[in-house]
């Protein structure tokens, strides 16, 4: 029989599908993925079910990005609308008298059959929006659009910090803010707002420890916030109560030392001084088991990560594909950064997981959505070149 008529085989019909994905970007992904699981297995193979339920939550996201990886750019596009809305109206929802699940005095969860957290699904459908609505306007942005997209962006992050959850109502606020400062917001505008931060920030230092004292009310924050607050600038004035977890953290970070006390033998973790050692604490439990050895491994794992998806971006086809792509990367950094300040005591606690490392079902799948877009842009790219 003439060959030109044999089926292909498998891999033959399979490949241009692997083919699409990134090296680089998949080859960070597994790094960080394998750090991820020896990372759980340590802190959590005591803790019930943590680790097996730690890797199946991993083969989902991984599914996730394997089929958000095929999407077209152009259809990402179309899905921006009905996912913001989807979004918002989850929120909405879960602010509602009765279906909101509330946990330690916050209404973050809906039971819509799984448990699930609507606000990390902002995490992805903001800056999807958002690029959407820049690539409407490419060419000819001005003033009122920013407007517009500055109010797209506040529905979502009041709803989110009225729950009250301010540390992912922070993490969605930055996602949007990537996205608007790449469309081009005038540095004009930027550098103000940089410095009015910092001024702020320093008053908050000068000031605040006077008002921890003294326990006066503060302004706009709920009493567990201006406890965290004060819990940051000194953690030694309540060490057994609100300071123990920035203290405890501290401790099996710098007992780490520089190769770290071996795997499983972090005597912090295994004893249970470390708080939440699977989900917001487990930096500190990797820490104490690996040392700064690890740590710096961990580090440039993410620093490839970011660094690949930055190049994605500025290599991206069009508007909307490079504001989604920038956005979602520099997403990565604010957790990681975020996370691990918080652990280290530069940042309060606000309950923020780190991405491959931390516990938790939800956030998993949306890294894996934003991860598969990555891959879906990176895959664009390459069809425009060839």
Known sequence: MNSSFDQPSPWRRLRPVFLGFDGPLALAIVVLAAIGLVAMYSAGYDHGTRFVDHGRNMLIALGVLFVVAQVPAQKLQRLAVPLYVLGVGLLILTALPGLGITKKGATRWLDIGIVIQPSEVLKIALPLMLAWWFQKREGQVRAPDFLVAGALLALPVG????????????????????????????????????????????????????????????????????????????????????????????????????????????????????????????????????????????????????????????????????????????????????????????????????????????????????????????????????
């Not at 005038?186 to 908050?204: D, H, K, T």
């Not at 605040?208 to 819990?231: F, I, K, M, N």
């Not at 780190?354 to 949306?366: D, E, K, Q, R």
């Open 159 to 386: 709803l989110i910090a009225k729950q009250p959850d301010l540390g992912t109502a922070l993490l969605v606020l930055f996602s949007g803010l990537y996205v608007i400062f790449f469309a081009g917001l005038s540095w004009r505008l930027v550098i103000p707002a940089l410095l009015l931060a910092a001024a702020g920030i320093g008053a908050l230092v000068l000031l605040g420890s006077a008002a921890c004292d003294s326990g006066a009310e503060w302004p706009l924050l709920r009493e567990y916030q201006r406890h965290r607050v004060c819990t940051l600038l000194d953690p030694t004035k309540d060490p057994l109560g609100k300071g123990f977890h920035i203290i405890q953290g501290m401790i099996a970070i710098g007992s780490g030392g520089l190769a770290g006390k071996g795997f499983m033998q972090g005597t912090q973790t295994h004893l249970e001084f470390i708080p939440e050692r699977t989900t917001d604490f487990i930096f500190a439990a990797f820490s104490e088991e690996f040392g700064l050895s690890g740590v710096v491994v961990l580090l440039l794992g993410f620093t490839f990560l970011i660094f690949r998806g930055l190049m994605i971006a500025a290599e991206a086809p069009t508007v909307f594909t490079r504001l989604l792509a920038g956005a979602v990367t520099m997403g990565f950094f604010s957790y990681a950064f975020v996370n691990k300040g918080m652990v280290s005591g530069i940042l309060p606690v606000v309950g923020v997981p780190l991405p491959f490392i931390s516990y938790g079902g939800t956030a998993m799948v949306s890294l894996g959505l934003g991860l598969g877009i990555l891959m879906s842009v990176a895959r664009s790219q390459r069809l425009m070149q060839s």
